[in-house]
């Protein structure tokens, strides 16, 4: 009786633990190591096909749909983003469960965390989108998946700082800063700026005049 026993505890200990910092890091890691791995890739195999322009510029650097469109990238990349975006939906469901235990008495903070967990799942999703179906393939569907990226991603920036303002505000002591409050604050007030860097380079993109506007581009999106 015994040892039947001690063969459950055993059973139903963990056979591994990973601390949540760990896994956060790998999970975020992971989109750009694969980003490197296929823009090595391209450059090594594929450097015609992968710095090809339609109006004859020159260009040296791929931008990611040209280093992820051939295999072996196109695989690489998909395994990559697939490992990456599934933990996303579990951490959405984590944080909303922690919104919705620190905000439990206060009903706009509870709206606005369902909308951050929405937005979440979207972007994770139109993410998912644009990388599994490829402009070439159904070009509507990658078109909209990016805009839907793009769009719940600042939304979902937005929403947090508002949320990270609160707790920072009423729940955290006015001596001690959120690092989550700092960090969020910042990278939200980077997103204007480089969404106007874009726009510009890919105006100049789009005249193919010049060739380092290629260059700028792709770094861009490599960022």
Known sequence: MLQGLLSNLDRDRPLIRVRFTTFAVATVLLPLTGLLVCLVTSLLYHY????????????????????????PEIYIWRSCIGLHSAPRYLVAAAYFSFYRGRF??????????????????????????????????AYKVHKYGFIVFIACSLLHMLITVRLWHVIQRHYVSPEVTSPR???????????PVWCSFFHHVFYLH???????????????KSK
């Open 206 to 220: 789009e005249a193919c005049d010049e060739t380092w506007p290629f260059v700028e581009l792709n770094l861009f």
């Open 181 to 191: 409050w700092n960090q969020n604050q910042k990278i939200f007030l980077l997103d």
């Open 104 to 137: 439990a008495g206060r009903l706009l903070e509870l709206l606005l965390s369902g909308v951050a967990l929405l937005c979440s799942v979207a972007e994770n999703t139109g993410l998912v989108l644009l990388t599994y179906v490829a402009s070439t393939e």
């Open 48 to 71: 015609e096909d992968a710095t090809y322009t339609h109006c004859q510029v020159s260009n040296y650097l791929p931008s990611i749909s040209a280093a992820i469109s051939r295999p």
